[in-house]
């Protein structure tokens, strides 16, 4: 109730000027129809006042905080796909049954356009990946992913992730994989029961990987065009890649 008392104490506030104010009105001008004329025709114009105050004025204002969150978090992303994000693919495809496939769909080039992101995004969405965890080097991927657990724990901590639920998502799924990497001692001989485990976790931290990434492709397309075109020259799936130019 406290929490409430200030809310409470200047909403009587205000209506005990607006009462001292109508009572000032009358002592001054002695005129009751005037002062109950103009309290309807206020009264009438307060809907409306509501209307353009709550709905579009807070719906601007709440829309520029978005934009600004959202490219607070796009630097956060950002961070994580040139601290990890970007290798992890390039790792995770070692596993990839149709890796071929792949990167005839995510051959990202310099005059891709919306209409194009969205299409691979569509791709990314309805393919049925097939990741196999004995296809590549395991304990490398053990390695490099605990070796930048810290990093990904602290982008946890931001609390601007709170407004983008797929990258959190994405996160626990990369971490997740972390964790079920470093509990097992010896990952070069394991049941073949845990092997399909392993590449389950592969497959959903995969495809949250490529659904963030191309999303955060199309971003510098938009808005960085000089980060973009590094990062298509830096294309994971694109095995002629070279950040240099030719």
């Known amino acids: 109730m406290r929490r409430y008392l200030w809310q409470v104490v200047l909403g009587a506030s205000l209506v005990a000027v607006s009462a001292v104010v109508y009572a000032l009105h009358f002592v001054i001008f002695r005129d009751a129809a005037h002062l109950v004329d103009y309290f309807l025709i206020d009264l009438g114009f307060m809907p409306l006042e509501v209307l353009f105050v709550t709905l579009i004025i807070s719906g601007l204002l709440t829309q520029r905080e978005k934009r600004a969150t959202m490219r607070k ?3 956060v992303i950002g961070a994580f796909f040139s601290e990890v994000g970007t290798e992890m693919l390039r790792l995770l495809s070692s596993f990839d049954l149709d890796v071929g496939k792949t990167c005839s769909d995510l051959a990202v080039g310099g005059r891709w356009d919306e209409n194009q992101f969205s299409k691979s995004a569509q791709t990314v969405r309805s393919c049925d990946f097939r990741l196999d965890s004995r296809a590549g080097d395991i304990v ?9 657990r810290e990093f990904l724990l602290r ?6 992730l709170l407004e ?3 990258f959190t998502d994405l996160l626990w799924a ?4 972390a964790e079920e990497l470093k509990a097992r001692a010896n990952l070069l001989n394991l049941p073949q029961a845990d092997y399909a485990h392993i590449s389950a976790d592969m497959e959903r931290a995969y495809v949250q990987l490529l659904a963030s990434w191309l999303a955060y492709m199309d971003h510098l397309r938009v808005d960085y065009p000089y980060l973009f075109s590094l990062a298509v020259r830096t294309n994971p799936f694109d095995p002629n890649a070279s950040p240099e130019f030719k």
């Open 73 to 75: 978090l796009n630097m």
């Open 140 to 148: 490398y991927l053990r390695d490099f992913l605990l070796q930048r």
């Open 155 to 160: 982008l946890l901590e931001n609390p601007n």
């Open 164 to 166: 983008h639920t797929r």
């Open 174 to 177: 990369v971490l997740h994989l």
